[in-house]
């Protein structure tokens, strides 16, 4: 099964991994986990030289990463500052993995819940009107995925697809990308829910619920189902950090 180390560009730290990669990884983690607070600076150049063993263009190119997502600014003399928090680009997929990896597990699951309430069954309903056939056939093709599934490692990818084809239905090109961009985190939640006993068999009729009313071109049926499947996805993921505390994804 993939865990969530398998999915950022610097989520895993393999043997001869770059220099590059490892600064980045630990000082975005180090960021998003509060070790760093905004307003705080990075550690000074030459502490950081000395800490990687590394050479001066490649810590700058490390912090123009950590800049790109948003993370720090860069100041003549000042040097690399954290940003607050809201300036974050928090759908990066790697600031969404330290995310992942900083949050308690109930914490983040929280978070994205109540993301998913707001966001897919508008794009459901919208989705309703606007897919083209052809959508509806991807969404559909998705779905026959789900139900041949035997095992939670199966079901993931076609899982994830019927999701992020349906934000892509939308016609909305900005609506589309929040979908493909919240799948690092989706597959957090699918993984979650799967450890439940007959989690496939109970999520397939609501998944079904969803693609019916898609297919009958109604928008407020769209929206009810993915409340309902949301709803019930929330109670899956509450009763297996209830039985068994933190779950290792990883």
Do not use: C
């Not at 993995?97 to 897919?120: C, S």
């Not at 490692?153 to 493909?180: K, Q, V, W």
């Not at 007959?198 to 993915?226: C, Y």
């Amino acid at each position: 099964m993939k865990t969530r180390a398998d999915h950022s560009t610097y989520s895993a730290q393999h043997e001869g991994k770059s220099q590059h990669g490892r600064i980045v990884s630990e000082l975005g983690l180090a960021i998003v986990g509060g070790q760093l607070q905004p307003g705080d600076k990075l550690p000074a150049e030459a502490q950081l030289l000395e800490r990687y063993e590394i050479s001066r263009p490649v810590l700058r190119e490390a912090v123009r990463v950590l800049v790109a997502k948003g993370l720090v600014v860069s100041r003549q003399r000042a040097g690399a500052i954290v940003r607050p928090r809201n300036e974050w680009h928090l759908l990066d997929p790697d600031v969404l993995y330290w995310l992942i990896q900083a949050q308690p597990q109930r914490d983040f699951v929280q978070t994205l819940l109540e993301v998913r309430q707001i966001f897919e069954p508008a794009a459901a309903a919208l989705a309703a009107k606007a897919a083209t056939d052809e959508q509806l056939a991807g969404i559909a093709t998705a779905y026959e995925g789900m139900a041949a599934a035997k095992t939670t490692a199966e079901l993931l990818e076609p899982d994830l697809a019927f999701h992020r084809r349906i934000a892509e239905a939308t016609g909305n090109d900005l609506l589309a990308y929040i979908g493909n961009m919240l799948s690092l985190a989706l597959r957090e939640s699918i993984i979650l829910s799967s450890q439940l006993p007959n989690t496939h068999e109970l999520s397939l009729p609501r998944h079904k619920a969803i693609l019916t009313a898609l297919q009958a071109r109604d928008p407020l049926g769209a929206r009810q189902a993915t409340l309902v499947q949301l709803d019930e996805t929330g109670d899956d993921i509450n009763s297996v950090l209830a039985n068994d505390g933190r779950v290792n994804l990883a």
